[in-house]
């Protein structure tokens, strides 16, 4: 599966990885790395700003149900776009536990 579109004569053509050369592949795994770090950015920005909402209801920054379900998602997608779901959690796990770190400091 590609995200590569390129244009001809006006129109889009998708390309497989077969037809894609090694730096054209390299540009892919560039494209979706900045993306990647893109939204762990927004994610973020979200969990800065349920901190703050934390914070001014005098919420604790820990809310296991919470973190129960958002693993349970990340396994789904996982599963979903065939992908280790272990590996998936284990990234999920570390962005909770940093966004948990930040949520204290920030108090």
Known sequence: ???????????????????????ELREEI???????????????YVADTIAQVKDERDLPTTDEKQEEQV????GNNAEQFDVDAN????IFRLLIELNKVEQRDSR
């Open 1 to 23: 599966m590609t995200r590569d579109d390129t244009a001809t004569d006006g129109g889009t053509e998708q390309r497989t990885p077969d037809e894609m050369s090694l730096d």
């Open 30 to 44: 560039q494209t979706i790395d900045r993306e990647i770090v893109e939204l762990i950015a927004q994610r973020t």
């Open 71 to 74: 693993m349970a998602r990340a």
């Open 87 to 90: 590996l998936v959690k284990a």
